[in-house]
């Protein structure tokens, strides 16, 4: 386990678990997340446009994303002693009910610090069609006494 | 700790809208005001379980006394509750037609079941870009012994 940070190298792909939102899971995660914003429950308020934005219908939340892309993180690392220490996401595109969203990241660069050490890593989610609907990037850690 | 409940919540975003600011109100730099929040074990599970997340560590109090966490804890994005726990109504990250464009966020110590909350939350920046209104909020949250369990920064933009 502590020889783990050893064996990862550059351009190593992570893939998440796949995840299907629906009517049900945008309701759920309004009362999981206390989001109750009229964005992801009320159709007739989304047929208005948002500045330059016409998104036609109830959206995903956009934290949603994050929470599967952090989980993504976590399911990784729980095995290898490893610590989630940094995500930072920019939403690319609306994610609606019947998509399918699967998270992967990349490690872009490991590092060695005084007293511990480091992965970042580049992170992307994809829906059915391929399209990027988040981007980011997130940095771990490796304790040295794990 | 203090046990005291939650106070309820207030589903209907519109509801206190008008007590808002909007985006040409929120001053920079100025602080935000926040509730303390009582985070519970059915709290965490019931977010753990709609992302799909059933790791044993939120889950099987034997495994997680067993791991280093020695008990069991929520997962890190778990802020996404505690933000919308810790806003009072009034608070303009409630306003219907928010939207989240980004956030980045940094994580400390885990939040875990029963730690009383607390945020210390600003307006950080506010800009336009591409004929859009944005803020950016600056969040810590702080368990009961005052230590840090993550902070962050959002990117929304604002209900024109």
């Known amino acids: 386990m502590s020889n783990y940070f050893d064996t990862i190298s550059i351009g190593q792909v992570i893939e998440g678990t796949p995840f299907h939102p629906t009517r049900e899971t945008i309701r759920e995660f309004c009362e999981a997340s206390l989001d109750f914003n009229p964005l992801h429950l009320d159709d007739d308020y989304m047929k208005g446009s948002f500045g330059k934005t016409h998104f036609g219908g109830i959206i995903m939340h956009g934290m949603n994303n994050f929470g599967v892309i952090s989980k993504m993180i976590t399911d990784w690392l729980y095995p290898h002693g490893g610590v989630h220490r940094r995500l930072e996401t920019r939403w690319k595109s609306p994610v609606k009910p019947g998509d399918k969203i699967t998270p992967s990241a990349v490690v872009t660069a490991t590092k060695v610090s005084a007293s511990s050490r480091w992965v970042t890593l580049d992170i992307k989610v994809v829906n059915q069609r391929d399209e990027i609907v988040a981007a980011g990037e997130a940095m771990v850690e490796f304790p040295i006494d794990n | ?160």
Request: glycine share 4%.
């Open chain 2, 1 to 160: 700790m203090d046990p005291k409940p939650n106070q309820s919540f207030e589903t209907d975003f519109w509801k206190d809208a008008k007590l808002r600011k909007a985006w040409d109100d929120i001053v920079p730099g100025e602080s935000r005001r926040t509730v303390p929040y009582t985070l519970t074990l059915e709290a965490i599970q019931k977010y753990c379980r709609v992302i799909g997340d059933l790791h044993p560590l939120y889950f099987d109090e034997d495994y997680a006394a067993k791991s280093p966490y020695k008990g069991l804890i929520a997962p890190p994005a778990i802020h996404i509750l505690l933000m919308f726990s810790c806003t009072p109504t009034d608070d303009w990250m409630r306003s219907p037609g928010t939207v989240n464009a980004g956030q980045s966020w940094s994580y400390n110590l885990p939040a875990r079941p029963g730690d009383r909350i607390r945020l210390e939350a600003r307006a950080l920046d506010k800009f336009i870009r591409k004929d859009r209104l944005f803020v950016v909020h600056d969040n810590v949250f702080f368990n009961q012994h005052n230590e840090v369990i993550c902070s962050g920064r959002g990117w929304t933009i604002r209900p024109a």
